[in-house]
């Protein structure tokens, strides 16, 4: 089956504490992305990856980093979480980066108190 | 000014009535998605269209390029359709420009 799975599905954490949300797709698509998704301002792209070892921030990417060592994984990495990172995280892939069908995780909700 | 907008922001219907979700951009595009994210917060692609219609079951997305509008039809609506419809659109270098989302509600 077809599918993008992330983990941890919902994680509370402390400010500061590292944090690794891990992103797996099947599909063998190139194109990778992460987003969050805040009440009221819709989808919000962090970082995208066009292919391995190939990323580049989005529109937030403050307070993020990514890899993308293998074609089929893509982790968000939070070095130093704090409460404004508090949010629901998307992971999601396609063949042809915007222009491909997206197919998106099961989402990630996050809590930094 | 947002370059994605959709109207209206929430929608509540009876089951049964016809729904149309509205998505406007300002930016030149090659094509764009409807999307549905379920309340369960799982998010689904219903369409990817550049020009004209496309059908799927009771869903019906339009898009006019020149005038820079979508649209997005559920006929015979039903509760199991209560979700978040996204509108998204592709720019040039195929990033995604994101709409704010349209929640709509269908009572039994």
């Known amino acids: 089956e077809a599918q993008v799975t992330q983990n941890p599905r919902y994680l509370i954490t402390v400010t500061g504490k590292k944090l690794t949300v891990t992103c797996s797709q099947n599909?063998?698509?190139?194109?990778m992305s992460w987003y969050r998704q805040d009440p009221g301002l819709g989808l919000r792209q962090i970082y995208y990856?066009?292919?391995?070892?190939?990323?580049d921030k989005g529109d937030v990417p403050e307070g993020y980093k990514v890899s993308r060592k293998e074609k089929r994984n893509f982790p968000l990495i939070l070095e130093s979480p704090s409460p404004n990172q508090t949010s629901l995280y998307f992971c999601?892939?396609?063949?042809?980066?915007?222009?491909?069908?997206?197919?998106f995780g099961p989402g990630t909700r996050l809590t930094v108190t | 000014k947002n370059e994605v907008e959709q109207s209206p922001q929430n929608l509540t219907a009876q089951e049964g009535e016809f729904i149309t979700i509205n998505c406007s951009y300002s930016?030149?595009?090659?094509?764009l998605h409807w999307l549905q994210q379920h309340p369960g917060g799982g998010i689904v692609s219903l369409f990817m269209?550049?020009?004209?219609?496309k059908k799927h079951g009771r869903l019906i997305a339009t898009i006019n390029i020149q005038e820079k509008h979508s649209s997005l039809h559920i006929t015979a609506s039903h509760p199991r359709d209560s979700a978040v419809y996204i509108c998204?659109?592709?720019?040039?270098?195929?990033?995604?420009?994101w709409g704010a989302g349209t929640k709509l509600i269908i009572k039994p």
């Open positions: 999601a892939s396609s063949w042809l980066a915007g222009a491909g069908e997206q197919y």
């Open positions: 599909m063998n698509h190139e194109y």
């Open positions: 990856s066009m292919n391995v070892e190939v990323t």
């Open positions: 930016v030149g595009i090659s094509a």
């Open positions: 269209l550049s020009s004209g219609k």
């Open positions: 998204a659109v592709i720019r040039g270098n195929y990033q995604l420009i």
